[in-house]
């Protein structure tokens, strides 16, 4: 079960291409996006949808189970 720590959601990027899909806002990441990259690598919109996802959940969208 992969927990997200405070640190991981602080780190952000700028998305260098278009990614596909964010599974947590359902929006296209597209390049030129802030995002937010977690320790499995999964990339998703910073902003205050990602926060509140993480606030309940607590892990990967992605990965549940890892």
């Known amino acids: 079960f992969l927990t997200i720590s405070p640190c991981a959601l602080s780190s952000e990027d ?3 291409k278009d990614a596909g899909e964010c599974a947590i806002c ?4 597209q390049q ?10 999964c ?19 992605e990965h549940p189970s890892d």
């Open 26 to 29: 359902l929006e296209e990441l």
């Open 32 to 41: 030129g996006d802030t995002i937010a990259r977690l320790p499995c690598l």
């Open 14 to 16: 700028v998305l260098s």
């Open 43 to 61: 990339i998703y919109h910073k902003g205050q949808v990602f926060y509140e996802w993480f606030e309940v959940n607590r892990s990967c969208p």
